[in-house]
């Protein structure tokens, strides 16, 4: 089962140029979101269930909760009359929040909810191709990424909840194989 979490890290500089504006738009594995709780996404690197620090729900069926999200920080500046448009874009694990319940810590479940987190990556890194595929200017800046944001959000919630829904958390063995699958195709794409 998938708990969502999506963080919207905003802050904007607005200054009023006339200049050209040039826009950088890069992948972090930084926040300001306090590092002892999260594990930013590295695709070559998987989750363990020691990062599942989180009291279990235990009226909850669900076995596991993965709790992550993806966010964003942008900004301009002005140097030498020239403006510039910052974004990052950030994906990440929240230990203190995400839980497994005792004798319920198998592979099979660990893959399960490996795959939330590359669900919220797969719409991390959506969203980073949106945000490069269009014009961003000081006056569209707030808006476009807000809307961009809130589709790619939707576009996870969606994924996370038919993941959940065909595979019956986890527990139809064959629809699970086939959701491997798509990650895993999905992700090297991703990677290359």
Known sequence: ???????????????????????NITWVEKSSMNDA?????????????????AEPNLPN??????????????????KN??????????????????????????DYILNHEQHHFDATYIA??????????????????????ALLYKECCTGMNNMQTRYDRETKNGQLILQQEKWNTFFNEKLLTLKN
């Open 124 to 145: 991390a890194q959506l969203f980073l191709k949106k945000i490069k595929a269009v014009k961003l200017t000081t006056s569209t800046m707030n808006a476009q990424l």
């Open 1 to 23: 089962m998938k708990y969502i979490i999506s963080l919207f890290v905003f802050s904007f500089f607005y200054i009023s140029i006339n200049a050209q504006i040039t826009t």
């Open 81 to 106: 009359g020239k403006g510039q448009i910052n974004v990052e874009v950030y994906c990440y694990f929240s230990k203190l929040k995400s839980w497994v319940k005792a004798g319920r810590n198998t």
């Open 37 to 53: 709780d999260i594990i930013y996404y590295d695709i070559s690197k998987k989750l363990i269930w020691d990062n599942f620090k």
């Open 61 to 78: 069926p669900i076995a596991a909760i993965t709790s992550s999200g993806f966010g964003y920080t942008a900004g301009m500046h002005s």
